[in-house]
């Protein structure tokens, strides 16, 4: 089969090492397609893939339409909003993601976020600890268990809320249960964002939730911009000078921002929260490794697009 390793942001040598290797040694035949400048050159990719391994690359409907021979798109990581999974469906192509793989490195930088800006952002001004404060986790997935894990070791207190996880669980895990997002960004100094980006979180965020925080609180962003209410969020910043914003992807109006509120808000220059080689290398080789049970023993334990 030939399997198509398509990555505009590419994996570590590692992980790209490694994959070769399991794809190889199934009998696999593997292109390399890194750092391409735009879809023209997916489309040219795609046209002979059986497989293909993504990170945040767009597989639009072209794409899909472009790839007559494509059975699986694996996304090597845990979102998968960057794939039209209807037309993937339409064509009959099975989707899967890597869940878990890249989550601590996630996490890490969620942590180191917070950190970050309660430091003003590494500039000699006073800041502030937060040892003691409390954390809220919006969505206790993958990623939010980690960051739940690391706050407590560094001593807060953590309390989430999530729509799929019962408040049971939630608690088993070590977390305190809140009954609502209202009540959790009500009740925290730091709200932790792990929602994936559907049509029913997108834009979720705004103004009412983010002025609702207590004082001084920072929102860290290390899902997806789409669930920022860019505007609201802007009005709440000019409206609540003690709140700060840093997130891992930059938003639309993210230079307004910078010009208005200075070190009260920062963002990555690129998606970098599954940009350590130990999160390449193992969502790189888990997307390896399903490509393998896909073809080998018909496995589609991980399909998205069911
Ligand atoms: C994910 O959904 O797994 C993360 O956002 C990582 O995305 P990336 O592979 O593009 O860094």
């Known amino acids: 089969m030939k399997v198509l390793i398509a990555t505009q942001k590419p994996f570590a040598a590692a992980a790209v090492k490694g994959i070769r290797e399991i794809l190889e040694n199934a009998g696999n035949e593997v292109v390399l397609l890194e750092k391409y400048p735009g879809e023209d050159e997916l489309v040219a990719a795609v046209a002979d893939a059986e497989a293909m391994i993504v990170r945040s690359d767009k597989v639009t409907a072209r794409v899909l339409d472009a790839a007559p021979k494509l059975k699986i798109v694996v996304r090597a990581g845990a979102g998968f909003d960057n ?27 969620a942590i180191a976020m917070m950190i970050f800006m309660c430091r003003n952002q590494f500039t000699p001004a006073t800041g502030s600890e937060i040892q003691g404060k409390r954390i809220g986790i919006q969505a206790f997935g993958n990623v939010g268990r980690l960051v739940g894990k690391k706050a407590e070791a560094l001593g807060l207190k953590v309390l989430a809320v999530d729509p799929f996880i019962p408040a049971e669980k939630i608690a088993e895990a070590g977390a305190q249960p809140v009954g609502s997002v209202a009540e959790l960004y009500a009740s925290s100094d730091f709200v932790s964002v792990h929602i994936p980006a559907t049509p029913e979180t997108i834009g979720s965020i705004g103004y009412d939730l983010i002025t609702s925080m207590p004082k001084g609180a920072v929102l860290v962003n290390t899902a997806r911009k789409e669930v920022i209410d860019e505007a609201g969020l802007e009005k709440a910043l000019e409206d609540r000078p003690d709140i700060k914003y840093v997130t891992d992807v930059a938003p639309d109006n993210y230079a307004a921002l910078q010009e208005k509120f200075g070190l009260r808000v920062f963002a ?39």
């Open 268 to 306: 990555t220059p690129k998606k970098m929260g599954a940009q350590t080689s130990e999160a390449n290398v193992n969502a790189g080789l888990a997307a390896a490794r399903q490509i393998v049970a896909f073809f080998t023993e018909g496995c589609t334990r991980f399909q998205v697009n069911r």
């Open 83 to 109: 794939v039209d999974l209807a037309a993937a469906t339409a064509h009959g192509v099975v989707v899967e993601n890597t869940p878990g793989q890249n989550s601590n490195a996630v996490a890490e930088l």
